[in-house]
């Protein structure tokens, strides 16, 4: 839009000392004539903005005598206040006692009696600013700063210059809309705590900041997004809002698969907890009666090997059907595939829970009481879930790769439940053989098990060192197998 | 904004024609290869509406999935600035073992929003759905249209900066197709962008003042609505005569 000046108010303007600086926004009295552009070919749908003849005939009538409002978009550029220039701000309202539409904004220090100033004045503009906040920038050589809302005191002018074309004069223009960012902690100092405005205040900033992620997605981020952020301030920021988004979408992914696979409602934990107990009954007999080798607590040293197994081999399972039972989802929108498997062991992870009743009644049932050892149970825990997770990354990009083989690759791994000590404990087996057995990465979770629940010992270092070893393993291997795969997700569903 | 230069989407082929990822066909032996989009380019700036017409099979659904994010380009380069909301297909991305009420906070959750905030909003989007009790069933019971609409309450909500539709507003009744122009003249007001992909060319029309016609995978023709749509009927009356 080309704004014509032809008005007595435009002449202070050009003279010499009332020129605008370069690093200065003055507020003056709204210029009088609009002139608004027309396009070429008007569109018969688009209502075209037509000048009023009767405001513009009004308007030359009164002359300078009257000042209305005008609506029209600015460019506001913001710099520091240096302690010296303060003043100048409080002199504002007492300069926009003669206007209007300056009163309204201005109400509580307008001073009627003060002279219209015709002269345009200047204010510098500062915004609202992060207190007791810095942060450092990634590309920011060398220095933490204070973090400046809206200034660009954070970036790096080395970067900022390549499309600023205020600092870089062969940079392509850009169109600056209209400002309507609302500063991270206006909500606390503009309301009374309890207020409803605080609370609704508060629910759009963090809704504003929480559509961080989605822009986060694009390809390309605009300055308004990078500056939105839910949590804090400060260098920590970007790993806070990372961990959060993640969070969230780890819970509705886990979330939601829970339900599409195992249904809804109490009888979910009665599913988890049948299918070990059966299996723990069907190879208790085994031992017991079959093979005759009952051993110590052979119920208990069962459990300790099929709740762990249990929870590898069914995330294996649901990790290889993950992007089918996903398909909708994938075709539609973007979303995070690297947490897909990480998905699939946190929703196992949950039946897992349940199942370990499994193991406090074979405790029970086998009069073995609990000991101090039991305490290194989360740091078994742990390595238990690392190692479904990174069998996870494998088992996803297995099940696109084979499709037709998923059946025997569930096989195979159900062969290392018996290529361990799974059926019997490792020193009840043949001492020849055991070296062989501590090589199946699922020999030391079942041993630390029985450490922790039956023999009421510290794991060995070894029983947890070999997983941890496979985890690496296979995480340094899949992972960038899966990071490259899973660009292509969407075209195999 | 939406800027594409030369964007080629690839689909590999094994030997049994079904679609694999290029490790599978590393993995498993050599097969065929197509593009379904090749040097497609254009630029669509704020606040324009844009349809994709062509023939079935032409790219529209290819290309709005390389916007949304669902398929990376295999060639060439994307710059979008802004949220973006997509319905690419009658699904609309709602898993059918999951109520209303469970879909919606999970694709608020996947668009972008956190947990808290998706919870809060979950009742505003079950209002706008219309769905009433129905929201707290499976989407298994779903008419299309009913699926459409919750997807376009969940896009709502997440008050996206660029949409994109794929045929979705075709399943949509007289009233939400109604609702669908409000809220995109809308957007398209405040500087949004709207693509939308379809044979309904009226209904194209009342959203879009600019199309792109997409035929094998590239650009034939970009210009307004009211000049290219026309020369697409006029081609396919033509091919449908020569008996193409």
Redesign the interface.
Known sequence: MAAELGDPCRKPLEQSDERIGRNRVRFGPPFRRVAVEVAAEP?PRIDVAERDAEFVRKLDEDGPKRRDPVLMMVRIKMRRVAPDEAPEAIELRRELGGSPCWRSLAAPCVLPSQPRETRPFELDVKPDRELRAFASVRCRIGSRVAVHHQARTRHDPALVRLDDPAVDAVAEPEVV?VHDEQSARIHVFKYPRGSHEREASL?AH??QH?????????????EQDRRRA?LGTGPMRPALEWV??TA??L???T??DL??RYGRGPWRFVRWLLEPVAIVGVYLFLVTFVLDKPGLAAGLSLACAVVPFQLVMLTIGNAMTALD??R????????NRMLLPVSSALTEAVGFASSLLLVAFMMAAYQVAPTWSILWFPLVFVVNVLLAIAAAYAAT?LG??LRELRAFVLSFVRILFFVGPGLVALDETERGVRNLLKLNPMTGLFEAYRDVFLYGQRPAAWELAAPLATVVLLLAVFVP?YR??Q??????V | MIVATAVGVQ??FNRHLR??????AR??GHGTTTWGLRDVAFSIGSGEGTALIGPSGSGKTTLL?VL?????PDHGQ????????????V????????TGR?NA???G?????????MV??IESVKGRSALGDAFERPVLTYSQGMRARL?LAVAEE???QILLLDEVHEALDHEFRAFLQDWAHRMLAR?GIVIAAGHDHPMLSSLC?RAIWLDGGSVCEDGPFDVVQPRYLAAVREGASSGV
């Open positions: 569109d809309g629910v963090r809704r929480s559509l961080d992620g989605v822009a986060s997605v694009s390809p390309v981020l605009t839910p959060s988004r969230d979408l819970w509705a992914l979330e939601s339900r599409f039972a996903r909708p989802i994938l075709l539609n929108m973007r979303l990009l696109i790769w197998l490259a795969e660009r292509q997700f969407a075209k195999v | 689909f590999f679609v694999v990822t290029p490790g599978e993995l498993r999935r949304a994010g669902v398929y990376e994307l710059k979008i600035r802004g949220r973006v909301a997509s319905l690419l297909s699904e609309a991305g709602l898993m059918s073992l999951l469970e906070l999970l694709l959750v996947i668009g972008g929003l956190s947990r808290r905030t809060r909003a997807g997440l008050e996206p500087g003042t």
